[in-house]
């Protein structure tokens, strides 16, 4: 009988049980046979820190954070990545064998790798892009759009000041537009992102105007319930390329997991079906 211990992951959240990850990286150990668990945790805020500093001692080696804990865990981080700094968010954790805490953010590889396996004639350099939204999310796709060599990135968000905010952390290559005026400035995208929840179940419809999209644009929205949202059906009409968002949940799970288990899964029609199940 062996004496090795099971390595454990989970995600952590609040709440946690809408999440689609345990069934991805579930997915992921049947399929390299590997002996490992990963579950859904739910956690309060005021607990964060006493679940965090006991989970290395309970055998896990990681694990993925979301809503509303990925700004607090900056905190409380014995060492945050360069690129989770920039985005002010963290949703990766690796725990090492003296108990400290690595913080990572992988959201904008996820979103970049999403879009090139997608839509693999988009050239980052070809033209702008059009970004909706200036939250959390936003973050990590416009520090990967720039990293990514995009020269220039059209913001629009609901709240203005989120938007200017924005610009002045990430520079000269972020123009603010206007949330009324931003379908005026479609024409110009040859990237439109829909980081904002709208047109997600339950919330408010996508109402920007699209009417100016041309059919060399890539449209891609990170809402993923519904898989095609109103917006990526009004792209589609349009001959537009389009992306949805359930490919970013999917590759932003692959360097924890690969950190936390030792093999680098594929993301697959059968992983896509395993999230969707």
């Not at 590889?109 to 980052?124: E, K, R, V």
């Not at 936003?138 to 020269?151: H, K, T, Y």
Request: proline letters at 6%; aromatic letters at 6%.
């Amino acid at each position: 009988m062996s004496e090795a211990k099971v390595p454990l992951a989970g995600v952590i959240g609040n709440p946690i049980s809408h999440s689609r990850s345990p069934l991805v990286h579930g997915h992921w150990l049947r399929k390299y046979g590997i002996a490992g668990h990963y579950v859904p945790i739910h956690v309060e805020a005021d607990d964060l820190e006493t679940v965090l500093r006991s989970m290395p001692k309970m055998g896990f080696v990681g694990a993925n954070v979301t809503i509303p804990h990925k700004e607090k865990i900056m905190e409380i981080a014995d060492q945050v990545t360069d690129r989770a700094t920039l985005i002010g968010a963290a949703n990766t954790l690796i725990f090492r064998p003296d108990g400290s805490i690595l913080a990572d953010n992988t959201d904008g590889y996820g979103f970049i790798t999403n879009l090139q396996q997608s839509a693999p004639d988009w050239d980052p350099k070809s033209g702008p892009a059009v970004v909706f939204g200036a939250g959390g999310a936003s973050r990590a796709v416009i520090a990967s759009l720039l990293e990514a060599g995009v020269p220039e990135i059209l913001l629009s968000n609901r709240t203005r000041e989120r938007a200017d905010q924005f610009r002045v952390e990430f520079g000269s290559r972020i123009q603010v537009v206007e949330w009324v005026q931003v379908g005026n400035v479609v024409e110009q995208a040859k990237l439109v992102v829909n980081t904002t929840s709208l047109g997600m179940v339950g919330k408010p419809r996508f109402r920007v105007p699209l009417d100016g999209l041309r059919k060399d644009t890539v449209v891609t929205d990170l809402v993923y319930t519904p898989l095609k949202t109103d917006m990526l059906q009004w792209a589609e009409e349009a001959g537009c390329t389009t992306v949805d968002g359930l490919g970013m949940l999917l590759h932003q799970a692959v360097p924890g997991f690969e950190r936390w288990f030792g093999t680098r899964p594929e993301v697959d029609d059968a992983t896509r079906a395993a999230a969707l199940a």
